[in-house]
């Protein structure tokens, strides 16, 4: 597993950052140059050195230069860096870098992206209003396209195997991950490379963003502005980073010596046709995705340990998610019903990132059955009275092991996402 969050790089960095209650969210860096109409100022920023002040602040910030030369940099969008981070930190620990065809022909790499590459092209149209289409360059295009994180960790590992990218909004990474584990089902690939990376933190993605009132404008305490659940919450927080993971099939990696980390046994995806942006509030085609998942993996409710919700601090996705969860998980099925399911937002650390939200959160999942630690929802200081029966894990972690996690993405245009991790057992 590969991570780059507000949190800092690192699996195993970041996982702590989480579990002491720690917040990526800050007040954006002054270099971003947002334009002075956006009125929310705060968001999950991937510490860089050299880049924002921010990475003062963090012992795992991101330093490009070990990755990547000055003038390789400019050729790519920032979800590209990412994505390239990521994957060089889940092909290590995976110990997957094949050399012979063979090996590269099955490996699939399926990076998802909700947006792409938006900083590139907000920054090509300025230069071209400013100086003209000769001065814009000729990467600006190969940098912005969604499809370019994968192409770019293809070319650089000589992954040869299926290819793809979901652009589904903020299920796009979940997706991703589902759809890897059905390529290896089907033997169409050995291993996949699998995520999400996102990148977009810019004045046109707050402006369209606030115009749509999803955006938290809490700037005078930015660390307590993601707060899910929470009867005041207002907005979800811009975050940025990837998340990708090394998947095949159990007998693949024990026979060529990995370590498994998790076991992925459910997925499951749904349409709402319903809503651009939101969808019902019943959360009845959410809780279609999650039955789906618990078929595929032959479980019931009442084998789930832990969710890791979707929750992004909007009111009314929140509502939904919760709703959902309370069909999926009724009493009738469920000894005491819901209220003694584990639920939590990780969100209110990072931020809400797109389309890799569902990469970071199912390696939080993962993180989770291994380390037999719950994250906790931050900020959740005056609980929704609508859910204020319910185990939302608050502010502080919680130990517990647990054999199955849920792992939630909803995002526009009513597409629904849920997958399930299993502890491994050797």
Same mark, same amino acid.
């Given at each position: 597993?590969?991570?780059?969050?507000p949190l800092g790089c690192g699996v195993d960095s970041v996982w702590q950052k989480l579990i002491k209650s720690e917040s990526g969210i800050r007040l954006l860096d002054e270099s971003l140059n947002l334009d002075a109409s956006v009125t929310t100022r705060i968001g999950g920023q991937v510490p860089i050195k050299g880049k924002n002040t921010k990475a003062d602040e963090f012992e795992n910030a991101l330093n490009e230069a070990d990755y990547m030369s000055a003038k390789e940099r400019r050729r790519i969008d920032l979800f590209t860096l990412f994505a390239l981070v990521a994957a060089d930190e889940a092909l290590t620990q995976a110990n997957w870098q094949p050399t012979n065809p063979e090996d590269q022909d099955a490996t699939a790499t399926?990076?998802?992206?909700?947006?792409?590459?938006?900083?590139?092209?907000?920054?090509?149209?300025?230069?071209?209003?400013?100086?003209?289409?000769?001065?814009?360059?000729?990467?600006?295009?190969?940098?912005f396209l969604a499809n370019l994180a994968a192409?770019?960790?293809?070319?650089?590992?000589?992954?040869?195997?299926?290819?793809?990218?979901?652009?589904?909004?903020?299920?796009?990474?979940?997706?991703?991950?589902?759809?890897?584990?059905?390529?290896?089902?089907?033997? %169409?690939?050995? $291993?996949?490379?699998? /995520?999400g990376a996102e990148a977009c @933190?810019?004045? =046109?993605?707050? &402006?369209?963003?606030?115009?749509?009132?999803?955006?938290?404008?809490?700037?005078?305490?930015?660390?307590?502005?993601?707060?899910?659940?929470?009867?005041?919450? %207002?907005?979800? $927080?811009?975050?940025? /980073?990837?998340?990708?993971?090394? @998947?095949?099939? =159990?007998?693949? &990696?024990?026979?060529?010596?990995?370590?498994?980390?998790?076991?992925?046994?459910?997925?499951?995806?749904?349409?709402?046709?319903?809503?651009?942006?939101s969808g019902p509030e019943s959360g009845e085609g959410a809780a279609r995705a999650m039955k789906a998942a618990m078929k595929m993996a032959a479980l019931t409710p009442n084998d789930i340990g832990y969710v890791n919700a979707h929750a992004t601090s909007t009111p009314v996705g929140d509502r939904g998610e919760i709703n959902a969860l309370r069909s999926v998980f009724s009493e009738?099925?469920?000894?005491?019903?819901?209220?003694?399911?584990?639920?939590?937002?990780?969100?209110?650390?990072?931020?809400?990132?797109?389309?890799?939200?569902?990469?970071?959160?199912?390696?939080?999942?993962?993180?989770?059955?291994r380390t037999a630690v719950l994250p906790p929802t931050l900020n959740l200081k005056y609980v929704d009275p609508?859910?204020?029966?319910?185990?939302?894990i608050p502010?502080?972690?919680?130990?517990?092991?647990?054999?199955h996690v849920l792992c939630n993405g909803f995002g526009?245009?009513?597409?629904?996402?849920?997958?399930?991790?299993?502890?491994?057992?050797?």
């Open positions: 597993m590969g991570l780059v969050s399926l990076i998802a992206t909700g947006i792409g590459g938006l900083p590139t092209i907000t920054h090509a149209k300025d230069v071209l209003e400013k100086s003209g289409a000769r001065k814009i360059s000729a990467f600006t295009v190969p940098a192409g770019n960790v293809s070319i650089k590992y000589g992954f040869k195997g299926p290819i793809g990218t979901p652009v589904t909004a903020c299920a796009a990474g979940i997706q991703a991950i589902g759809d890897g584990m059905r390529l290896i089902r089907s033997g %169409e690939a050995k $291993v996949a490379l699998v /995520g @933190i810019d004045s =046109l993605s707050f &402006a369209g963003f606030g115009a749509l009132k999803a955006l938290s404008t809490n700037n005078e305490n930015p660390q307590a502005a993601s707060r899910p659940f929470d009867e005041n919450r %207002e907005g979800f $927080v811009m975050g940025e /980073g990837a998340g990708l993971l090394v @998947i095949e099939t =159990l007998e693949h &990696a024990l026979a060529r010596g990995a370590t498994p980390l998790a076991e992925i046994v459910g997925y499951g995806t749904s349409a709402d046709a319903y809503h651009l942006t009738n099925v469920r000894d005491g019903g819901v209220q003694n399911l584990p639920i939590s937002a990780t969100k209110s650390a990072t931020g809400h990132l797109l389309g890799a939200a569902g990469g970071i959160e199912s390696i939080f999942s993962a993180m989770a059955l609508t859910m204020a029966d319910l185990d939302l502010n502080l972690a919680r130990e517990k092991q647990v054999e526009f245009g009513g597409v629904n996402a849920a997958l399930i991790l299993k502890r491994y057992q050797a």
